[in-house]
Each structure stands twice: as C-alpha cells, then as structure tokens.
C-alpha cells in the first residue's frame, strides 16, 4: 500500500486533559485510519499511484472526489499529529515569530483571528495558518477535508504550517457542541517548535 497510518509520537492519552484518550484512539486509529485505506483504493490506476501526496494536492483539480476527501484526509491529520505535543513549546521563536508580529501585530492578534476562523467555518473542517506563495503568512479555514495546498480555491493557496481539525469527532466527546472550548484546549497541546520547523522548510521552498 503506497499510503500508511503514521505513527504518534506520543501515547493516546498523552495529552490529557486537554485531549482525551478514546477521542484521540478514534480520531487517529479510526478516522484517520478510514483515509488511508480510501485514499489507496482511491488512487488505483491513477497518476496519483505514483507521485507525492502534496504534487497531487496541488493538483487535486483533475481528480475525483475520492482523492480529494481521503487525500486531504490523510494529509491534513498527519499534519495535525505533528504539530501536537505533551510537552509543547508554547510560543514561537525566530523568524517565525517575527513574521506572526509583521503580518498580525502580535502572537494573540493571530490567535484572535485564528480562533475567528475555526468557529465561524461552518460544519466539519479546518482553519490553518499557511504560508502564501509569495512567501507571507496567511489565516483561513477550508470545509471538509480541503487544505490551501489544493488549486480548487483561487484564494488562500499555500503551504499549511498549522492546522486544527474542527470536525465533531476531534472533540465531540469530551467538549460535545462547545468547540470553543476544545479550540482554547488546543493552545495547550500545540508545539510552536515543530511549527516553526516547518515554516523554514516551506520557506527554503518557496525562497
Ligand atoms: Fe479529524
């Protein structure tokens, strides 16, 4: 199989209390599981059998619904488990933080319009911070599993650094309907390091 279930780097329970442990087995041994096993069959005799998740990403334009769902699934959880941590770096540094002070003002203007995006997107998605083409940080939320790196949506394309899944099943569980409340837990679990790590990667790209 071209595509596998990647492994945490912490244990389920890991990032208690902020995120519990049979929200956390589901979402990623279940959900997350679900795309990867639809995302392989999805692709059969497809173009997309033989390049990189992200080249078919960009390109999700030419193929079907299938590829775009699971796809965008398997891509935007891997992200999501990356940036999470038991033992996060709780702010940005660097360059990183420079570019967050530029372009919002300061760390919680961008999490103030951060916020604004993951509650108002209306029903199952995300809302990611992604670095735009021409190399300046943006804010946005897609439906689904969308993500700015597909060319279906003619604004907002880029590479996303930060992503916070707000489908009922990332906190239905433990927060039922208050999204706000996973959404505030979510800052305590988010590792600001391994987001920087990827911004200098995307930046060295698209440098
Ligand atoms: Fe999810």
Redesign the pocket.
Known sequence: MKYTLPELSFQHEALEPHFDKETMMI?HQK??QGYVDKLNKAIEGTDAEHEDLEDTLRNISKYDTGIRNNGG?HY??SL?WSILSPNPSTSPSGTLAEEINRVFGSLEAFKDQFMQAALTQFGSGWAWLYVKHNGTLGVSSTANQDNPLMDINPTNQGYPILGV?V?E??YYLKYQNKRGDYLDAFWSVLDWEEVEKKYKEVIAKVA
């Open positions: 979402h959900h997350h699934g935007n959880h999501f899944d489908w099943h990332a």
